[in-house]
């Protein structure tokens, strides 16, 4: 095991395949995540990034990966030499709006006012751990986790965060395989990993979730069938493409 203290930009530029590499294997194929198109940030996706930052590495380290600002309406001269000092100030950094940042605060508010939730955003954040799992080099950088107390914490914004709908959001986004590859890789029982379900619309919910143990399972079938097709492709350089358990003569995919 490899932990090193890097940024977000700096582990995902590493080739070492991960969980979000192995969902995209299970629910397309290996074609498709070697042929993955370079991550281009959406609002939804700076939105989610923030409430991680502020939430979990505190305002100071908020402040260093984000910029609060509403952007000017107009186009005058005046206004475009604002506009284009200001993006000078913020540089590298993501912009989020005012109204964002207030929603984020109260997302925070909901965490801290939730006895069951509150003690799974304090523990070791954001670093990233290289390993390997039956000679497949493999790594994963947890939300936050506490390794005395064998738990892994992980934050999901979505639009709606019943049970009934959230369970959907880990089945098709393949939550169960990233619990299961994390625990795997960190040696914590799947069972002590939680998911922090927030809403990104008012009210802002923020819920807390744990796997059944038919959950488990099937996380655990799609992380090894995953894991061997990758492992597959390292050791041929063959590319598979979808697949299913049966094929016609010509090849073809039953379904």
Known sequence: MIKKI??????????????SGLKTIFNK??????NRKKFNKKPSTTFGSAVHSYCLEGESQFYKEFAVWDKPKGGSKAVKQEIA?????????????SSEFENIKKIYENILADD???????GEVEASHYSEIDGVPIKCRPDCMNLAEGWISDIKTCRDNSPKKFKWDILGWG????????????GIPVENFRFIAIENVYPFSAELYSLSPEMIEQGEVAFEKALNDWKFYLDTGILTKHNTKNTSEDGGLII
Request: hydrophobic share 35%.
């Open 85 to 97: 000092e200001k993006l000078m100030d913020i540089g590298s950094r993501d912009i989020i709006t």
């Open 29 to 34: 194929s290996v074609y498709h995540h070697i």
């Open 116 to 122: 069951r939730i509150k003690p799974y955003i304090f």
């Open 175 to 186: 939550y169960h395989l990233q619990a299961v590859c994390y625990c795997k890789i960190m």
């Open 6 to 19: 890097e940024s977000n930009d700096a582990y995902h530029s590493d080739k070492t395949i991960s969980a």
